[in-house]
């Protein structure tokens, strides 16, 4: 089982980034998908998840009307579009597959290795 993010770098406020997350190793449309954020000093925190299905999303307060989550279940892929970033979304960015159950086993949280989002003038 393996989650690889791409897409972060160096942005100015106002700009915008998309985040991808590629998985493998697991049936992908059977799970949840979120992304988290942690910046230095700070706890990790959920900002995005979307169900398996891919047609309900949630997000952190500080993000909704920015940010959009989304996934392609054909490619495997998970996406994370932010818009109008501000210097506090200065984080590394992690994509986590939600636990989940499936004929009766548990398959366990899995994190990706992080992609670094500055923004910065």
């Known amino acids: 089982v393996q989650l690889v993010e791409s897409g972060g770098g160096l942005v100015q406020p106002g700009w915008s980034l998309r985040l991808s997350c590629l998985a493998s190793?697991?049936?992908?449309?059977?799970?949840?998908m979120s992304w988290y954020r942690q910046s230095p000093g700070k706890v990790r925190e959920l900002v995005a998840r979307?169900?398996?299905?891919?047609?309900?999303?949630n997000y952190i307060l500080s993000v909704q009307g920015r940010f959009t989550i989304s996934r392609d279940n054909a490619k495997n892929l998970v996406y994370l579009q932010m818009n109008s970033l501000k210097s506090e979304d200065t984080a590394v960015y992690y994509c986590k597959r939600d636990s989940y159950y499936n004929s009766g086993v548990y398959y366990e949280n899995v994190w990706g290795q992080g992609t670094q989002v500055t923004v910065s003038s």
């Open positions: 190793g697991f049936t992908f449309s059977s799970a949840g």
């Open positions: 979307i169900n398996n299905g891919g047609d309900i999303a």
